[in-house]
T-cell receptor, first 116, second 110 residues
Framework: GAVVSQHPSRVICKSGTSVKIECRSLDFQATTMFWYRQFPKQSLMLMATSNEGSKATYEQGVEKDKFLINHASLTLSTLTVTSAHPEDSSFYICSARRTVQSYEQYFGPGTRLTVT | EDQVTQSPEALRLQEGESSSLNCSYTVSGLRGLFWYRQDPGKGPEFLFTLYSAGEEKEKERLKATLTKKESFLHITAPKPEDSATYLC???????????FGTGTRLKVLA
């Protein structure tokens, strides 16, 4: 149990376009979902926290108008990178927390975004 | 300020050579400490949760322990397939967010 999927696994887009990444909890309902960014050989950097039906909470320094997060259901959260630029190229990973009593986060396989 | 430090940054072991990875933390209150394994180009895979000092968890060749200041991930008789980056994360009291360490890149040579 506790499987999280992401789609797409890789995406290449042109500068100025928008890209949507989906994160789904496949076998559980996720109370909270998190979005991370990871640069090569670095650890995970939390971008935002989202709860179903609520606005996402963004970490300091993360532009909420650039990284739009929607958590429409207990099994689906989406991250849209708007007007992408080459500096947005990165590995984006989502995670999900199972229940109110559970503290573990289960991670998706990640999405490699390349902006040309 | 809440902080997590992992050491060493990188570790090379011969197959069968046991060792330990360290995760030192400073938080105002600890809700939980988590160990993950991450393979290149993939998301982290959950290994263990530790909640209080003195707690230990085991899974195959891995054993995680926790004190009030640090956690150790002991790897007994490692195999090449144990090669990965091992990440430690702490969850301070009052939040569901993690603070990640920078990880230990483990390479086990056959």
């Amino acid at each position: 149990g506790a499987v999280v999927s992401q789609h797409p696994s890789r995406v290449i887009c042109k500068s100025g376009t928008s890209v949507k990444i989906e994160c789904r909890s496949l076998d559980f309902q996720a109370t909270t979902m998190f979005w991370y960014r990871q640069f090569p050989k670095q650890s995970l950097m939390l971008m935002a926290t989202s709860n179903e039906g609520s606005k996402a909470t963004y970490e300091q320094g993360v532009e909420k108008d650039k990284f739009l997060i929607n958590h429409a259901s207990l099994t689906l959260s989406t991250l849209t990178v708007t007007s992408a630029h080459p500096e947005d190229s990165s590995f984006y990973i989502c995670s999900a927390r199972r229940t109110v009593q559970s503290y573990e986060q289960y991670f998706g396989p990640g999405t490699r975004l390349t902006v040309t | 300020e809440d902080q997590v430090t992992q050491s060493p940054e990188a570790l090379r072991l011969q197959e069968g050579e046991s060792s330990s990875l360290n995760c030192s933390y400073t938080v105002s209150g600890l809700r939980g400490l988590f160990w993950y394994r991450q393979d290149p180009g993939k998301g982290p895979e959950f290994l263990f949760t530790l909640y209080s000092a003195g707690e230990e968890k085991e899974k195959e060749r891995l054993k995680a322990t926790l004190t009030k200041k640090e956690s150790f991930l002991h790897i007994t008789a490692p195999k090449p397939e144990d090669s990965a980056t091992y990440l430690c994360a702490v969850q301070p009291s009052g939040t569901y967010k993690y603070i990640f360490g920078t990880g230990t890149r483990l390479k086990v040579l056959a």
